[in-house]
């Protein structure tokens, strides 16, 4: 098809469908002006007083009718409202109970790995603390056994008495080589 048909064809289309829209607008306007005559005769004001407070009361009366029907319908539509409602969070929950949450598995992570993952590149700290205490036994340990001394009795070093004097000597001993590594 070309386009020039093309065209024909779109503009006859919309033509018919702006004739359609104002056909449906001029409908709607009379099925207005019919409710509102049914609903509201035209106002015929009386001479007498009397007829006049008839008048009035038989407004009145139907301004009640009226107020009545207004008054139930707000009612009904809140009702719905609130079902609605009440509804839409049953369909949310019932969508949340059909996700089934995985079942989370406990990782054996280091500090130091843990802190690389939240950090990554910029991770520089080692928070090995049980490395840096063992390396701490260890010289502990080394001091030990080079500043201990081996030809000092067993037994002497038993009881409260034996534990001071082991700790007299190791700082007398530890004061002595202080002591010569400054001259």
């Known amino acids: 098809m070309s386009s020039t048909r093309r065209n024909q064809l779109k503009n006859l289309l919309l033509q018919i469908g702006e004739a359609m829209l104002e ?9 207005k002006r019919k ?5 509201c ?6 001479d007498s007083m009397q007829s006049l407070q008839e008048l009035c009361r038989k ?19 809140k009702k719905s409202n609130k079902e609605i409602d009440d509804l ?10 059909y996700f089934k949450k995985p079942v989370l598995k406990r990782v ?16 520089k700290v080692s928070m090995d603390l049980r490395a ?18 081996w030809r ?12 001071k004097k082991m700790f007299e000597t190791e700082t007398v001993l530890h004061y002595r080589t202080n002591n010569f590594s400054e001259y």
């Open 152 to 163: 000092k009795n067993i037994e002497d070093k038993a009881g409260m008495d034996g534990r």
């Open 108 to 123: 054996r992570m280091s500090a130091d790995a843990m802190l690389a993952a939240l950090l990554g590149s910029k991770h």
């Open 41 to 46: 005769p035209t106002l015929s004001i009386p």
């Open 88 to 97: 839409k969070s049953k369909v949310q929950d019932l969508n949340g109970k």
């Open 132 to 149: 840096n205490l063992k390396q701490v036994k260890k010289e502990q340990k080394e001091e030990e056994k080079q500043t201990g001394d």
């Open 35 to 39: 409710y509102l005559k049914q609903q």
């Open 59 to 77: 407004l009145h009366k139907q301004i009640d009718l009226v107020d009545e029907e207004r008054y139930d319908m707000e009612l009904k539509v």
């Open 23 to 31: 056909e449906e607008a001029q409908r709607v306007a009379e099925e």
